[in-house]
């Protein structure tokens, strides 16, 4: 199977390639689009938006001053996934009310399972052009011939 060939950063890639690894054993179409989908969430923003992922992070005082210990995304996404397994109720839960990461989860969700509810204007409308294109990717990843049939189909 082919890996992703489209990555939004170096560290979308580098938590891809955590996750997959986690998953060497299961890997399926599905489990390659929601790993690579999970390996971008929290990989987009500047530091003064960061503090969006994970609903728990740490308030600390050092030296008399306050900062705030954020979370590094991956590391809270890595704990639901495991061999094959993901806990999504976790990662939503873990990942705090961010819209545009609850709706990339929901994707995965429904990607990984159908059972799984993921309305698509509800997904895509809150996703910044960086965060479509995961999407898109991810969608590719699991249909990919529609990517290699439709210009010839189409534009001829």
Do not use: W
Not at 35 to 50: D, F, M, R, V
Not at 122 to 134: G, H, V
């Amino acid at each position: 199977m082919e890996k992703p060939v489209y990555y939004t950063s170096k560290a979308h890639r580098s938590n891809y390639k955590r996750l997959i690894a986690k998953n060497k054993e299961h890997r399926t179409p599905e489990l390659t689009a929601v790993c690579y989908i999970l390996a971008g969430l929290g990989t987009l923003e500047g530091a003064e938006n960061a503090e969006t992922f994970g609903a728990n992070a740490e308030v600390r005082y050092g030296n008399g001053t306050q900062s705030i210990n954020l979370p590094n995304p991956i590391d809270v996404i890595e704990r639901f996934v495991d061999e094959g397994k993901i806990d999504f109720e976790g990662i939503l839960e873990a990942v705090g009310l961010d819209i545009s990461y609850r709706a990339l989860i929901k994707l995965a969700a429904n990607l990984y399972d159908s059972d799984n509810y993921a309305n698509v204007k509800n997904t895509f409308s809150p996703l910044t052009d960086e965060y479509q294109a995961i999407a898109y990717q991810a969608l590719l990843i699991l249909f990919p011939s529609f990517s290699k049939s439709f210009a010839g189909r189409y534009y001829r």
